[in-house]
């Protein structure tokens, strides 16, 4: 079982808003910055989102990243096909000493 | 413009030690901040990492891996490598190695296209 929790499915229609949510804990979340990557099939993880809340360079300001206290949030707003992917959010955990991922959520757009 | 590529055996046997190589260009490893780092990924399942490389040489590993990991950095050859002893079917991964940035906590910013290690015999 993960450290760190999403949920496994996440969809929309074209055009909406989408919020995955991503739970940890003290040592993790709770301590320390959150990110978001974003994976396409086999293709290598993308940074969207370091230090909770930074967008990656050429990240498009209809993603935002947000934390609050031992959760985090990505929302996507406007979703378009290209958004139909695997996202995951991680952190390092000052009690595991390492860095702990999220199962990640998949995003279907309808 | 910063690229990495891995380069390493696709196919191991069990018991046997993985040897990856990572090379890079864009950066140099001796510029202060900067690391390499190593994650995996098999079939279905989330990313793990496994080491980090810093530029003063300091290095960082998965705490339950740690006894059969060893990165090595060459940063005249813009290279870093990583090895894995004992290597297991459960090993079976896309190895990837990455750049990472400690200022402003940008993290693991830019990836490899990742090397597919298959562990059978």
């Known amino acids: 079982q993960s450290v760190v929790t999403q949920p496994p499915s996440a969809s929309g229609t074209p055009g909406q808003r989408v919020i995955i949510s991503c739970s940890g804990s003290r040592p993790n979340f709770g301590n320390n910055f959150v990110y978001w990557y974003k994976q396409l099939p086999e293709m290598a993880p993308q940074l969207l989102i370091y230090?909770?809340?930074q967008r990656s360079s050429g990240v498009p300001d209809r993603l935002s990243g947000s934390k609050s206290g031992t959760s985090a949030s990505l929302a996507i707003s406007g979703l378009r096909s290209e958004d139909e992917a695997d996202y995951y959010c991680?952190?390092?955990?000052?009690?595991?000493?390492?860095?702990?991922f999220g199962g990640g959520t998949k995003l279907t757009v309808l | 413009q910063i690229t990495l590529k891995e380069s390493g055996p696709t196919l191991v046997k069990p018991t046997q030690t993985l040897t990856l190589t990572c090379t890079f260009s864009?950066?140099?490893?001796?510029?202060?901040?900067?690391?390499v780092g190593w994650l995996r990924q098999a079939p279905g399942k989330a990313p793990e990492w496994l080491a980090l490389n810093y530029w003063d040489d300091d290095k960082r590993y998965k705490p339950s891996l740690k006894n059969r990991l060893t990165v090595i950095k060459d940063t005249s050859k813009n290279e870093v490598v990583l090895r894995m002893t004992n290597m297991d079917p459960v090993d079976t991964a896309t190895y990837y190695c990455?750049?990472?940035?400690?200022?402003?906590?940008?993290?693991?910013?830019?990836w490899g296209q990742g090397a597919k290690v298959t562990v059978s015999s």
């Open positions: 864009g950066f140099s490893l001796s510029s202060s901040g900067l690391a």
């Open positions: 991680t952190s390092w955990d000052d009690s595991l000493d390492t860095w702990v």
């Open positions: 990455t750049h990472y940035q400690t200022r402003n906590h940008v993290g693991f910013d830019f």
């Open positions: 230090a909770n809340d």
